[in-house]
């Protein structure tokens, strides 16, 4: 009996979780709706683009080169056996663009924003600020998540394709420069496979990832609890929820822009 009242008691402690999740999420949203473009939070949301955005690019970039580094020496033993060498750019840029390049700038952004947000947040929640904020009559949710939410939402689209750009030019150099691969083949193939939307596709995601980020972030650091040891398992957690809801949001939101790309367009197969 102890086994199932532990059971009931943690299963109705993930409900109510959820739940209050989604209230901080809706509160999120309708004051970034009323109050986002207020000369307030223009000013708020400087700080948060630079931190966001300009102090990612360079590990975005780097990690982007690789994975498209990574994936061209991976696939060339599978080309070489097909005799198809040349087709090497199909299949790198497609699988960077489409793929490899946002999911793997979200989960690492994730890391380094989500967890910078969770921690910054959770050191002031350890601290009474956003009591403080309450009790002068301000909205911390308006202070301090609606900024955070609204960098992310426009600047880990910039990210990814900064991280797609960079993982073609890895993917080029390892295929060109180490396998040989011929350079005019290497574009000529993947300009035929790869098309306008698939440039977006990523980028499209990458809105949705942005949001679950900030709003995972920032909730658990709002609700961390006292202490360091708190303050570092609110980061934990929010990491690994953030990896969790990326990829469960890659796999709805690419089924759903499939469906929409294939309503208006004929499924075409290059090979």
Request: hydrophobic letters at 50%.
């Given at each position: ?123 002031m929640r350890v601290t009474e600020q956003i009591d403080a904020l309450w009790a002068m009559g301000s909205s911390p949710i308006r202070v301090l998540v ?126």
């Open positions: 009996m102890n086994v199932i009242g532990q059971i009931g008691r943690r299963t109705y402690g993930r409900i109510e979780a959820f739940g209050d999740l989604c209230r901080f999420s809706g509160r999120s949203l309708g004051w970034l709706v009323s109050s986002a473009l207020t000369r307030r939070n223009l000013k708020l949301l400087m700080y948060q683009l630079y931190s966001v955005g300009v102090l990612s690019i360079p590990v975005v970039m780097i990690t982007g080169m690789f994975v498209g580094a990574v994936l061209a020496v991976q696939t060339v033993q599978q080309f070489k056996g097909i005799g198809m060498l040349s087709r090497m750019g199909t299949i790198v840029n497609l699988s960077v663009l489409r793929e490899l390049g946002p999911v793997l700038a979200g989960v690492l952004l994730a890391g380094r924003v989500g967890g910078g947000m969770t921690a910054e947040l959770g050191t609606v900024p955070r939410v609204m960098a992310c939402i426009l600047l880990i689209p910039i990210l990814v394709l900064y991280a797609n750009a960079m993982g073609i030019l890895g993917g080029y150099i390892v295929s060109v420069q180490i396998y040989e691969v011929n350079s005019s083949d290497f574009w000529r193939y993947a300009s035929q496979a790869v098309y306008v939307w698939d440039i977006f596709y990523g980028p499209i995601k990458s809105v949705f990832f942005g949001a679950a980020i900030s709003i995972i972030g920032c909730y658990k650091g709002f609700r961390c609890t006292s202490g360091a040891a708190g303050v570092g398992r609110a980061c934990t957690e929010s990491f690994v929820a953030s990896c969790v809801v990326i990829l469960a949001l890659d796999f709805f939101v690419g089924i759903a822009l499939n469906t929409i790309y294939n309503a208006f367009n004929p499924i075409e197969i290059v090979l």
